[in-house]
């Protein structure tokens, strides 16, 4: 009787704890909301759910798919229309200031800064410190 009373009083203590290890893990709900996240931005940039695949080949397609379905629903039913997203990227330019005026260069054509010369030495008293205040 006792070793029956003491497990269902063991049961019955552990049901209301946590018990490490037994929740699902925290990345990988993170990793569906990403991919649903990157299945929304592609369906709001006018992208092709083919082309959101290959572009996030390391995503879960179902998601991805999931995410872009919700919004187009969700563009639908409020009239949205989306945005062309740009495949092309400019290359990026260097603006070099010279002191006098600015121009903007091809980073393949910048050139190496000037060294700067050598200021004048100073004449220096024998014995004495310039610097020096008395």
């Known amino acids: 009787m006792m070793p029956r009373l003491f497990i269902v009083?063991?049961?019955?203590?552990?049901?209301?704890?946590?018990?490490?290890?037994?929740?699902?893990?925290?990345?990988?709900?993170?990793?569906?909301?990403?991919?649903?996240?990157?299945?929304?931005a592609c369906r709001y940039g006018v992208r092709s759910i083919e082309d959101c695949y290959s572009l996030n080949e390391g995503a879960s397609k179902a998601q991805i798919?999931?995410?872009?379905?919700?919004?187009?629903?969700?563009?639908?039913?409020?009239?949205?229309?989306?945005?062309?997203?740009?495949?092309?990227?400019s290359d990026p330019t260097e603006t070099v200031l010279d002191g006098k005026n600015s121009k903007?260069?091809?980073?393949?054509?910048?050139?190496?800064?000037?060294?700067?010369?050598?200021a004048k030495p100073t004449a220096k008293v024998a014995g004495k410190n310039p610097t020096a205040s008395k």
Not at 23 to 34: F, K, L, S, T, V
């Open 104 to 118: 903007a260069i091809e980073p393949d054509k910048a050139t190496e800064p000037k060294p700067k010369t050598p």
């Open 9 to 40: 009083a063991v049961a019955t203590l552990l049901s209301g704890c946590i018990i490490p290890g037994v929740d699902p893990d925290p990345r990988i709900a993170q990793r569906e909301a990403e991919a649903k996240a990157i299945g929304s």
């Open 65 to 89: 798919f999931a995410g872009w379905k919700e919004m187009d629903e969700y563009m639908r039913e409020n009239k949205i229309e989306g945005v062309k997203a740009s495949a092309a990227t």
